[in-house]
């Protein structure tokens, strides 16, 4: 008989969840789901004992010796492994009965059917569930999960039957407070660009801001804490109200001088490019906000490859 989810009686419906890996991603959503009154916390496996022991603890649940034990105990199983291990993890696991479990992995940028691959002759579902969110301590980030995006994604290739996984796993995060999103997998990869840009990308145009205040004697420590407003005002701007909303500066001000003057004080190389090209960004977003002014002047500016070497 196939597990479906919706079908079950209230009483019957607990889902037993484990985790194979017990790292800071294993521990942080074992805690958090369980606080969910649907799902039980079954326990974990990890190469290491010592750290199966320690997320056990941390979680109230059990510690696995045997991986089989783990997933005969379980209807969900999360592969909480480093993305590089997650198909060796998978090839191990599917020797086993694992008919109409829930196999789920947490990686960003790996596709299900990348992670899963031969899942549909294993009577097996196969899902990916990535919060956008940095989980970077083990035993805390657990409480700044709460209200964080997931976005989940199941194992497509072939003839595979949808199974009832991925309404459970969203009964978990709505009832957890989290919202989320389904996407295809063949845009896994475009959405984890997208999120690497919002969070990796951005570290570097920073970096390249701290750069610029070093040279008018600021210290990094001193830079960082005199741009952490503007920083954080502008990020909470943005998730109010848009990108669009939220541009200020001389770009949305169509300040061409202003512009110029920037251009002149950056160095050539990497510093420039990355002014000029992120700023034809911005002047599409501006003529957007402010479809009656002309930006031609300013668009010629930035496209105009001697820009900053006027005398």
Not at 99 to 115: L, N, P
């Amino acid at each position: 008989m196939v597990f479906d989810i919706e079908t079950i009686p209230k009483e019957e419906k607990q889902l037993n969840i484990g985790f194979i890996g017990a790292g800071k991603v294993g521990c942080t959503l074992g805690k958090y789901f369980k606080q969910d009154p649907e799902t039980t916390i079954a326990g974990y496996y990890s190469r290491s004992s010592d750290s199966a022991n320690d997320a056990a603890r941390f979680t109230d649940s059990k510690s696995y010796r045997d991986l089989s034990e783990l997933i005969d105990a379980c209807d969900m199983i999360f592969l909480t492994v480093p993305d590089g291990s997650i198909r060796d993890t998978w090839n191990k696991i599917k020797g086993y009965d694992i008919r109409e479990k829930f196999i789920c992995h947490c990686s960003g940028s790996m596709s299900c059917d990348d992670a899963f691959d031969g899942i549909e002759e294993t009577g097996a579902f196969g899902y990916s569930a990535h919060p956008l969110f940095a989980v970077s301590d083990k035993y805390d980030a657990y409480r700044e999960l709460t209200g964080v995006f997931f976005t989940l994604e199941e194992y497509a290739k072939g003839a595979v039957a949808t199974g009832p996984g991925l309404a459970a796993l969203q009964g978990i995060l709505t009832r957890l407070g989290n919202p989320t999103k389904v996407i295809d997998v063949k845009d896994k990869t475009t959405y984890h660009c997208a999120a690497a840009t919002a969070s990796n990308l951005v570290c570097g145009l920073i970096d390249q801001s701290l750069a610029l205040m070093k040279r008018c004697g600021f210290t990094e420590e001193e830079a960082v804490k005199a741009l952490a407003p503007i920083l954080m005002g502008n990020m909470s701007h943005i998730a109010d109200k848009g990108p669009t909303e939220s541009l200020t500066g001389p770009i949305e001000r169509n300040d061409i001088e202003t512009v110029r003057k920037h251009l002149d004080c950056l160095e050539d190389g990497d510093e420039k490019e990355i002014y000029r090209l992120l700023s034809s960004r911005l002047i599409k977003m501006a003529e957007n906000r402010h479809p009656d002014r002309d930006h031609d002047e300013m668009r010629k500016l930035i496209n105009d490859e001697t820009a900053g070497s006027h005398d």
